[in-house]
């Protein structure tokens, strides 16, 4: 007997769907660790992560990107460095969205 599989659609509520955008984003150590420091400070520039964080400059970047691109954090361009923060409005929404899911 072969089983056939649904091609219908599967949608997806907004809360599932930010749950999985933060859950990738926080699936690797080092964005942990990234978000763990930038918890303790207001702010922080680029080339302080490696200063905390013994990688290069480039690996560190590749994850301040995800975490960026999941909303977590947020990067302002002040040549020839990038000050990064943590969105406190998302941040606050992942700790409810987890807390909510985990329940």
């Not at 955008?21 to 964005?31: S, V």
């Not at 400070?41 to 680029?46: E, G, L």
């Not at 302080?48 to 590749?62: G, H």
Request: charged fraction near 25%; glycine fraction near 2%.
């Amino acid at each position: 007997m072969i089983m056939q599989r649904t091609v219908a659609p599967i949608d997806y509520s907004i809360q599932e769907e930010k749950i999985a955008r933060y859950a990738k984003a926080l699936a690797h150590p080092i964005r942990i660790r990234i978000l763990k420091f930038l918890d303790q400070q207001a702010c922080c520039f680029t080339g302080e992560f490696t200063e905390e964080i013994p990688l290069a400059q480039s690996t560190i970047s590749q994850h301040l990107k995800e975490l960026k691109d999941a909303g977590l954090i947020q990067g302002n361009v002040m040549p020839p460095r990038i000050k990064y923060c943590i969105n406190k409005e998302a941040w606050m929404e992942a700790k409810q969205y987890f807390t909510n899911f985990f329940l």
